[in-house]
């Protein structure tokens, strides 16, 4: 079975730091686009961060400077290191995988092109 697993979210406090691990299995992912999404209470999912099979790299302008996507292909694994976190980054945060592509091309940031989701991890950030 293919899935991607979340982990890491939790509840912190402004200002502080969290790293969310994606964990793939099933297949390999290492020549994929790996993106990760949130979706805040009463809002659409929306784009945060991006990463393609050649390493090339996008952000959201809300974390830019902030966040850090990666990836550990010989884990299977994505991560998103997440410092100075503010109350507005509270979300549910998924994982998403593309595993038709290699580059990041230019809808990265669109959710319909990712065809494997996580379940999401929760993260709150809290004043």
């Known amino acids: 079975q293919v899935q991607l697993v979340e982990s890491g979210g939790g509840s912190v406090q402004a200002g502080d730091s969290l790293r969310l691990s994606c964990a793939a299995s099933g297949r390999t992912f290492g020549t994929s686009v790996m993106a990760w999404f949130r979706q805040a209470p009463g809002k659409e999912r929306e784009f945060v961060a991006a990463?393609?099979?050649?390493?090339?790299?996008n952000y959201a302008d809300s974390v830019k400077g902030r966040f850090t996507i990666s990836r550990d292909n010989a884990k299977n694994t994505v991560y998103v290191q997440m410092n100075r976190l503010k109350p507005e980054d509270t979300a549910v945060y998924y994982c998403a995988a593309d595993a038709r592509s290699y580059f990041l091309g230019t809808n990265y940031h669109t959710a319909a092109r990712y065809d494997l989701w996580g379940q999401g991890t929760q993260v709150t950030v809290s004043s």
């Open positions: 990463i393609s099979g050649a390493g090339g790299i």
